[in-house]
């Protein structure tokens, strides 16, 4: 909280790592509970559950736990990390749950975690088929398919150069009002700063779409998101919604 202060944070999601694919050890939703609980005013704790949870059963297992995670202060659920196709029947189940449980998804894709192919059709069969769930992209896979000229490749990466037109996140922002962005993490940071024009173009066409985030993960670690907001130089209104409005909306934070 002391590097909220410093960088005018006023709150933070904190996210749970639970997929073995996800981290090299885990991060439990029980753990994050506990640590945010004596400071929910500013931390603010989010579940994650792991599709391949057979135990639980499906579907109603999942939504039973998400319920008990609710009533336990996790205002969405991820970072979802998980080690499969993101429209895989089990993970349809899960998003499905989540849903009607009303916690928004903040989902990480690249070519291992919840996997998909150019013009992002498996995340587009979801949305289809969960229009009540909010999903929230992050990650390479998810970043690099702002540039209509993505390869497989470079759904695992950092791409470079300037964005073409035609990317996946346009045309399904368009189409599917349940779908947002994350800004965080190197891969936000650089789907920014490849093509400085069209981010800013981007950022205020989205500005209803869009999450300021960091993926703050170490100390003394960078968050290059800090200057490119000043450097891209937003009308004070864009950045209102994407730095706080969105969030304060989507996850019922007063």
Known sequence: MAWMDAHDIAKAVVLPLISPESWFYPITTSWVLEQTKPHRDRLIPFCAIAPRSVNLGGYKGFIDLLHRYGDAGAKGMGEHKWGGAIDDPRDLELLRACGDAKLPVLFHMDNIRNTD??????????????PNTILIGHAPGWWASISGNVTQQEMGGYPHGPVTPGGAIDRLMDKYSNLYGDLSAGSGANALSRDMDFAKKFLIRRADRLLFGTDYLARQQAVPQFALFDQLDLPPAVRKKIERGNATRLLQLD
């Open 117 to 130: 192919h150019p013009g992002l059709p498996g995340l587009e069969n979801v949305l289809r088929q969960l």
